[in-house]
């Protein structure tokens, strides 16, 4: 059975850091490609960061400079490091897994995903 739990969400000021975590099991991390994505009320999830199986990253160009997604496989936990947080970070943000596919499909989208963790609350206050 696949799990994915996120944990380090919290409310925090305008400027402050979090480090989220996504420790996960019955799948090494090493071999999916992972993203964390995020979910504000009346939104469309969107894609804040990835990590290709190589270990590239990719972000959104409103996180560029701020976030900082990284990996330990030995414990196969992702992480999200958020700096600078500025009240429009405020949403529920969710780490996912996802194998590699025959197809092209971009990492940043929340499409082709496998596996998701049941999300984090990541409140800025101003």
């Known amino acids: 059975q696949v799990q994915l739990v996120e944990s380090g969400g919290g409310s925090v000021q305008a400027g402050g850091s979090l480090r989220l975590s996504c420790a996960a099991s019955g799948i090494p991390l090493s071999s999916y490609f992972m993203g964390w994505f995020r979910q504000a009320p009346g939104k469309e999830r969107e894609g804040v960061a990835a990590?290709?199986?190589?270990?590239?990253?990719r972000y959104a160009d409103s996180v560029k400079g701020r976030f900082t997604i990284s990996k330990d496989s030995a414990k196969n936990t992702l992480y999200l490091q958020i700096n600078s947080l500025k009240p429009e970070d405020t949403a529920m943000y969710y780490c996912a897994a996802r194998a590699p596919k025959e197809y092209y499909s971009d990492i940043m989208l929340p499409f082709d995903y496998d596996y998701w963790g049941q999300g984090t609350q990541v409140t800025v206050s101003s």
């Open positions: 990590m290709y199986i190589g270990g590239s990253t």
